[in-house]
């Protein structure tokens, strides 16, 4: 049997990512600056979401638009719900975006040694949810004013 990847007793925080070139997170964001649920492929990970556990909204794309990373934290609110046969997850959220003065952006994080292997600097394309290690999502917030 293999040994799964995310483990609750170092879980730091759940990691969430959008793509700013398919959605305009900019203009949804400065709509609605509270993420209330996000879609996750279904999994073990999407079984582990508990309420209570803090998450971290990530912003992708093309690097030389935005300045994308950390646009938010916040938590779960509730478990992962299925959605139809072959349709994704969702998750309820209680996660704030951050304002654009307050983002942290990926080049910090990636040149930060503590931050450095990051699942979403390891597997970027990799599906909702991702996830932040105990001593990972410590030193993230460092860079964060909540």
Do not use: H
Not at 21 to 34: G, K, M, N, Y
Not at 66 to 74: A, D, H, R
Not at 103 to 112: E, G, H, S, T, Y
């Amino acid at each position: 049997m293999t040994e799964l990847l995310v483990r609750l007793d170092d879980l730091g925080a759940w990691l969430i990512k959008g793509n700013a070139d398919t959605v305009d997170l900019t203009a949804r964001f400065a709509r609605e600056p509270l993420v209330t649920s996000w879609c996750l492929r279904p999994g073990y990970r999407a079984r582990l979401m508990r309420a209570g556990q803090r998450v971290v909204f990530w912003a992708s794309g093309s690097r030389a638009r935005l300045p994308y990373g950390v646009w938010g934290i916040g938590r779960v609110t509730g478990v992962a719900e299925p959605g139809p046969p072959g349709q994704p997850w969702s998750v309820p959220l209680e996660l704030p975006i951050l304002p654009e003065q307050d983002r942290v952006p990926r080049p910090a994080l990636r040149a930060d040694d503590r931050l450095a292997a990051l699942e979403v600097f390891r597997q970027p394309q990799a599906a909702n949810p991702s996830y932040l290690t105990v001593v990972q999502f410590a030193a993230l917030r460092t860079y964060l004013p909540v």
